[in-house]
């Protein structure tokens, strides 16, 4: 059942007869419309499409980052054995 629907039945159901509780169901109805429309407009058909190349440069992005390191990290290696550690004795 949908919560404002039940929040409707409470009221029409004389359950909350206060002042305050009205106020505080009425403050509720709002939230959980303001709450639908964030999520509604979350999920727009611009932000949808824009989804997907936004991904690819983040996939890009990272993987160039990755390689960066592995490169790197082989470049480390390679000097390592280029010019050993001397032993002290």
Do not use: C, R, Y
């Amino acid at each position: 059942m949908d919560t404002t629907k039940i929040i409707d039945s409470l009221t029409s159901n004389h359950l909350v007869s206060d002042t305050l509780h009205l106020h505080q169901v009425n403050t509720i109805k709002d939230s959980i419309s303001n709450t639908q429309d964030v999520f509604n407009s979350a999920f727009t058909k611009d932000a949808v499409n824009n989804l997907w190349p936004a991904l690819e440069v983040t996939v890009k992005g990272m993987g160039g980052i990755f390689i960066f390191m592995v490169i790197f990290f082989f470049i480390i290696q390679g000097l390592d054995k280029l010019f050993p550690k001397k032993e002290e004795n």
